[in-house]
């Protein structure tokens, strides 16, 4: 687990005012990196949140405000995405945040000397359009809250809601990286191939139980070369940081599909993320332990279990999801919280997913994305999916206006946020991922 330093001291503020606000998704203790376009050229550029504004890594190093030992890690984000810093480990990650971290400070020589270069490093987040963090590669998604692996059980198989196979192996499927996209941009609802249960034959047309999962990204640092597994213990190493992932999934077309192979394309039209990754060091102060497994369930085999998983592997990460229909927008209605859930929820750790995956040789490439999948709590307030809410359109919400919603509606946007908390440390937040329905 990356140590606490200075760059976590909770008494830090910045010269970017906006940074300061209670709050502030992104205080100084964040520093998370992103792509955005540069207005100017027109190309992507990489840049560090902080508070409404981006510290423009390249323009900075040119000024020399980052130089010195962070100067190879600066350098490696000259281009239009992150996989060169990511290819680079933690010891250049974490290089690069101590001298963005000095840079960006009220109290540092280093910050009165970026302060008078301000114009010429920084840009408004308002000012510019965010891209994808990296060219992604691949995306695997796991299946690893053990609620809402209960929750959809229930509903497919009532008395037997659990795979056998649930708490022995991480489970998940190869999704598409092609169609991962920003938040922002619009999600189409996808046609398809679907059978309703009282059909004799099947159809093909729109989905008409298209719905959201609420779940965190996580993106491959350092790769492995195929043949050669990650170790429990290394796991870490190859993590950069995690964002928010919202994984669309029109269930009418899953249902219909999944079997025996698995999902296909009920989710691979598109799926969301946010644009700020949040780094591993970043959120050191929020890190818990691997979910507490009740008595009687089994203990992992050896390669995925280790003393430091259980003690550290979590992550106290809440996430919150709202909807607000076009009527909502149109009236000036404030977006309805549908959930608020949390890693913590999680029954594997990122850690164990990651060995998992590499486990059989496969070997994974900087700026891979891999998914948690659906993150529900226990209780009907935490649920990850409107699946789940709605019992599979059983029991339609109500919204403000007075519409229902079985499954999620043309003109819907769904907003997601996260964030950490904890006695001690500056909160720090992902920024939101969100994105509004049009029609098929
Ligand atoms: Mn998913």
């Not at 940081?241 to 025996?260: F, T």
Request: net charge negative; charged share 20%; glycine share 10%.
């Amino acid at each position: 687990m990356p140590k606490l330093n200075e760059t976590h001291d909770a008494s830090l503020t910045s010269w970017v005012d906006s940074a300061n606000e209670p709050g502030a998704d992104f205080p100084v203790q964040n520093l998370p990196f992103g792509v955005y376009t540069d207005p100017q050229t027109g190309k992507g550029k990489v840049g560090i949140a902080i508070g409404d504004m981006i510290l423009d890594v390249t323009a900075a190093r040119a000024k020399g405000v980052i130089g010195g030992v962070a100067d190879d890690a600066a350098g490696a984000c000259a281009g239009d995405t992150l996989n060169g810093l990511m290819a680079m480990g933690g010891r250049h990650w974490s290089v690069l945040r101590a001298a963005a971290s000095k840079a960006l400070r009220y109290d540092t020589e280093e910050g009165e000397a970026a302060e008078a270069l301000a114009g010429e490093i920084l840009v408004a987040q308002a000012d510019v359009t965010m891209r994808l963090p990296a060219q992604i590669g691949d995306y695997t998604d796991f299946y690893a809250s053990i609620f809402h692996a209960t929750n959809v059980g229930m509903m497919l198989r009532p008395d037997n809601p659990l795979m056998p196979n649930y708490k022995h192996i991480p489970i998940a499927y190869h999704g598409r990286a092609s169609s991962i996209v920003v938040s922002g941009e619009s999600c189409k609802r996808p046609v398809g191939q679907t059978k309703a249960p009282d059909a004799d034959v099947p159809s093909f047309g729109p989905s008409m139980a298209f719905d959201y999962e609420t779940e965190i990204a996580f993106y491959v640092g350092p790769g492995n070369p195929l043949g050669q597994p990650v170790s429990i213990d290394e796991a870490e190493d190859h993590i950069f940081g995690l964002s928010i992932l919202n994984d669309w999934s029109a269930r009418d077309i899953q249902a219909w599909e999944y079997q025996p192979l698995g999902p296909f394309l009920a989710k691979s039209f598109a799926s969301h993320v946010s644009p700020w990754v949040v780094t591993m060091e970043a959120l050191a102060p929020f890190r818990s332990g691997a979910y507490q497994r009740p008595d009687g369930d089994p203990t992992p085999l050896p390669y995925l279990s280790s003393d430091a998983n259980e003690a550290e592997g979590g992550f106290d990460v809440q996430i919150e999801v709202s909807i607000a229909s076009e009527k909502m927008r149109d009236e000036g209605a404030a977006p309805e919280v549908l959930a608020v859930t949390n890693m913590q929820n999680l029954y594997w750790t990122i850690f164990q997913m990651l060995t998992h995956h590499t486990s059989n040789g496969c070997n994974l490439r900087p700026g891979d994305m891999m998914g948690t999948g659906t993150i529900s709590g226990q209780t009907d307030d935490a649920l990850g999916s409107i699946l789940e809410i709605t019992k599979r359109g059983t029991n339609p919400i109500t919204l403000p206006t007075g519409e229902e919603r079985k499954f999620l509606g043309d003109g819907d946007e769904l907003i997601m946020r996260a964030w950490c908390e904890r006695d001690g440390a500056r909160g720090i937040g992902f920024g939101e991922c969100r994105a509004v329905i049009e029609g098929a």
